[in-house]
């Protein structure tokens, strides 16, 4: 996939804290950011599969799946945001155990 630049305004103090970050991870400043950015998508996308996965309307694999994760990846994220899914009545488990 081709990729196309993206711009934004940022404060003098901001862009001199990135340049200083870039240096310390030895990426230069674009590199940084399109880094940072792609960490955030990818959080982002985790957030809104939890989210769905906590209302119980996925499973833990389909919420890996919908964020584009591996199913390690999604339970770490769950694990450590203690994102729990909706208790399940008692006839809920009396039928998944028939199955």
């Not at 200083?20 to 030895?26: K, L, R, T, V």
């Not at 940084?32 to 694999?61: F, H, P």
């Not at 994760?69 to 155990?97: A, C, H, T, Y």
Request: glycine share 2%.
């Amino acid at each position: 996939m081709k990729s196309k630049p993206v711009t934004t305004r940022l404060q003098e103090d901001e862009i001199e804290e990135i340049s200083i970050i870039a240096s310390e991870e030895h990426l230069d400043r674009s590199s940084l950011l399109r880094k940072w950015i792609l960490e955030a998508i990818e959080t982002y996308r985790m957030k809104r599969a939890a989210k769905l996965y906590k209302l119980g309307e996925v499973s833990l694999a389909e919420a890996a799946t919908n964020a584009n994760v591996s199913l390690w990846q999604m339970m770490d994220f769950v694990g450590k945001n203690q994102i729990r899914p909706p208790l399940e009545d008692q006839r809920d488990i009396e039928q998944e155990v028939q199955r």
